[in-house]
């Protein structure tokens, strides 16, 4: 298996606090990917990476920002929690963009 | 309209049956991934195909970019084989991927 964690795995958090997930890998992957999973709307992308300090949006991009300052670490920030961003939220990497993806277990987040 | 639909959205079926899963998209793609999320939510890679088949154990996929479909067959179907099964493309000239909603498969014993 991939060495890939993510943290914390499980969180209940308020409206409008702070909330950063956080995406750890030991493959040194260029690319890592969050995705967010949600019933009837399968996997969508939130924001990925292509290397340190390069990211770019994904379809679900809005209410989140993405840091890379190293290429093991990808951390995805929620500025201020709706309740519409309870979800389950699982990292991705990556060799290349053609290349399998492979899935961390998943951080479920409920905002209350 | 999704870019990416799966068929059928959930199929129970008894252990040994045969089984296969469909996955129709609407846009050129580069490649097709199949991945297998368990019941305790993780998710694995099971084939990237971008022509042709690919078989690993008792699982098989096939693509025809013709006519822009996917199957992945599952032989000799065991309860550990209930899952869902997720489709997911890359459009061509894109870094992403998009995907299904899934087919949740669940094999009695």
């Known amino acids: 298996d991939a060495g890939i964690t993510q943290s914390p795995r499980h969180k209940v958090t308020e409206t409008g606090t702070p909330v950063t997930l956080r995406c750890h890998q030991t493959?040194?992957?260029?690319?890592m990917y969050w995705y967010r999973q949600d019933p009837g709307h399968g996997l969508r992308l939130i924001h990925y990476?292509?290397?340190?300090?390069?990211?770019d949006k994904g379809e679900v991009s809005d209410g989140y920002s993405v840091s890379r300052s190293k290429t093991e670490d990808f951390l995805l920030t929620l500025e201020s929690a709706t309740s519409s961003q309870t979800s389950v939220y699982f990292c991705?990497?990556?060799?290349?963009?053609?290349?399998?993806?492979?899935f961390g277990p998943g951080t479920r987040l409920l905002v209350l | 309209k999704n870019e990416v639909e799966q068929s059928p959205q959930n199929l129970t079926a008894q252990e040994g049956e045969f089984i296969t899963i469909n996955c129709s998209y609407s846009?050129?793609?580069?490649?097709l991934h199949w991945l297998q999320q368990h019941p305790g939510g993780g998710i694995v890679s099971l084939f990237m195909?971008?022509?042709g088949k690919k078989k690993h154990g008792r699982l098989i996929a096939t693509i025809n970019i013709q006519e822009k479909h996917s199957s992945l067959h599952i032989t000799a179907s065991h309860p550990r084989d209930s899952a869902v099964y997720i489709c997911?493309?890359?459009?061509?000239?894109?870094?992403?991927?998009?995907f299904g909603q899934g087919t949740r498969l669940t094999i009695n014993p």
């Open positions: 991705a990497i990556s060799e290349s963009d053609r290349e399998t993806q492979y």
């Open positions: 493959e040194n992957h260029r690319y």
């Open positions: 990476s292509y290397g340190v300090k390069d990211t």
């Open positions: 846009v050129g793609i580069s490649a």
């Open positions: 195909l971008s022509s």
């Open positions: 997911a493309v890359r459009i061509m000239g894109a870094q992403k991927l998009v």
